[in-house]
């Protein structure tokens, strides 16, 4: 048996830029929902609020484009990778929602538990979705 290496399509130079908008500002609303928690400014639960929906903006291309390319890749050797990195990225929109949601709500309950529990959620899965995209290691393929 022969093993070859099958390397995995890069991602597109646009899709890996506005990727890296979810990845920062994600984990940036995080850290402004602990700022919130640990101060009781309301700006950071503002600012977190604004963060989220920004992530959310340059997420929805994204997760657009990850729909056709994994459609695209299906019956490939790198089509269950990029399923993986679909239902990454849809889970970190939907929980993003939610969190935006959850930050929308009036005054001093905006964050909570729940708010930063949704953002550390979301931080995890736009972080899971970077290295499935960034990542190049290859794919052995086994052939007789």
């Known amino acids: 048996m022969a093993t070859d290496n099958i390397p995995r399509p890069g991602v597109h130079p ?4 506005l990727l890296a908008f979810p990845v920062a500002l994600f984990p940036s609303g995080l850290a402004a929902d602990i700022a919130y928690l ?7 639960s503002n600012f977190a609020a604004w963060l989220i929906a920004g992530a959310l903006l340059f997420a929805a291309p994204v997760l ?6 994994a ?10 990778r990029a399923t993986a990195y679909l239902v ?3 889970v970190m929109w939907v929980l993003g929602l939610l969190n935006a949601f959850k930050h929308s709500a009036d005054g001093w309950s905006s964050v909570g538990t729940a708010g930063l529990i949704l953002s550390l959620l979301t931080s995890i ?7 499935l995209a960034y990542s190049r290691r ?7």
Request: glycine share 2%; with cysteine; aromatic share 14%.
């Open 64 to 69: 657009i484009w990850a729909v056709f390319s």
């Open 138 to 144: 290859p794919f052995p393929e086994v052939r007789s």
């Open 88 to 90: 990454a990225l849809a």
């Open 14 to 17: 646009l899709h890996a830029i």
């Open 38 to 44: 640990k101060t009781a400014e309301i700006q950071w």
């Open 125 to 131: 899965c736009a972080i899971a979705a970077a290295y």
């Open 71 to 80: 459609i695209r890749w299906r019956r490939s050797p790198v089509g269950r």
